[in-house]
């Protein structure tokens, strides 16, 4: 069974960081695109970055770069998004996502990713 387990979410002031992790099991994602997604309260769910199979193509949605970085571990079949200086608008559930072979500008697009975790919340208090 294919899993995608999100951990470190939580409630944390503007200006401070939380470090999120993605461990994902049931098969292999060595050579999946991945990525995280966050859906705001009352809105869509939205891209926020993206890493390619080999880790060394990254994408950031712009309120979120220079801010936020998204790491993979594939040993361990885990993805990290580390998340700075965060802002209340930064407040949502984040998703990762695992896409097979998925790669290049494709990495941003929401309906190319097959797996999706279960979300943990993210709350950034003003």
């Known amino acids: 069974q294919v899993q995608l387990v999100e951990s470190g979410g939580g409630l944390v002031q503007a200006g401070g960081s939380l470090r999120l992790s993605c461990a994902a099991s049931?098969?292999?994602?060595?050579?999946?695109?991945m990525g995280w997604f966050r859906q705001p309260p009352g809105k869509e769910r939205e891209f926020v970055a993206a890493?390619?199979?080999?880790?060394?193509?990254?994408y950031y949605a712009d309120p979120v770069k220079g801010r936020f970085t998204i790491t993979r571990d594939n040993a361990k079949n885990t993805v990290y998004l580390q998340m700075n200086s965060l802002k209340p608008e930064d407040t949502a559930v984040y998703y990762c996502?695992?896409?097979?072979?998925?790669?290049?500008?494709?990495?941003?697009?929401?309906?190319?990713?097959?797996?999706w975790g279960q979300g943990t919340q993210v709350t950034v208090s003003s």
């Open positions: 890493i390619s199979w080999s880790g060394g193509i990254t």
């Open positions: 996502a695992a896409g097979p072979f998925v790669a290049g500008s494709f990495l941003l697009r929401i309906d190319k990713y097959d797996y």
């Open positions: 049931g098969r292999t994602f060595s050579r999946d695109g």
